[in-house]
């Protein structure tokens, strides 16, 4: 009985440390329109909720590794590679900024960093969001 409560106890505490944000959907869209994003690249406010829903279900946490061993970090997910500091000698740090920005729980980096790239391009954009009737994602949230 002890040794549950203490592991519990332990799990909480990791959990604290390991906090990242979950947005809900509205929260996120609205933060997106406050920060200049409806429009960028020609997409509307309900396309870029439903591509990052797709990219990173609204967590500032999420975090995915690709073939090549690098990963894609934060509400974004931007590849560490190319965008940012993963304190590796040769990678490019398009952003200016360090990696670990990306996953902590304020995505205002991740969002100025993400109007350097292209959203358009990205998989998700085209496999769930593109062509497709995304009035959901924003309805509702008073926009
Ligand atoms: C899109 O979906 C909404 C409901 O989510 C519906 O009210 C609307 O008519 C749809 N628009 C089109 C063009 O199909």
């Not at 909720?49 to 090549?68: E, G, M, R």
């Not at 509400?75 to 490019?92: E, L, M, T, V």
């Not at 360090?98 to 960093?113: F, G, K, S, W, Y």
Request: charged share 25%; with cysteine.
């Amino acid at each position: 009985m002890e040794m549950k409560m203490q592991g519990l106890v332990l799990l909480v505490l990791l959990c604290a440390v390991a906090q990242g944000r979950v947005y809900t959907r509205c929260e996120w869209a609205k933060l997106l329109k406050d920060q200049g994003m409806d429009g960028f690249e020609g997409l509307k406010l309900d396309e870029l909720v439903c591509l990052t829903k797709h990219l990173s279900n609204y967590n500032t946490q999420a975090i995915n590794t690709n073939p090549d061993g690098s990963t894609d970090n934060g509400i974004f997910q931007i590849n560490i590679k190319f965008w940012c500091d993963d304190g590796r000698p040769n990678g490019r740090n398009t952003c200016g900024i360090d990696c670990a920005d990306l996953l902590d729980d304020n995505p205002l980096d991740d969002i100025n960093c993400a109007k350097l790239s292209s959203l358009r391009a990205r998989t998700a954009w085209k496999c769930h969001c593109e062509g497709k009737n995304l009035t959901k994602y924003t309805q509702g949230c008073g926009l």
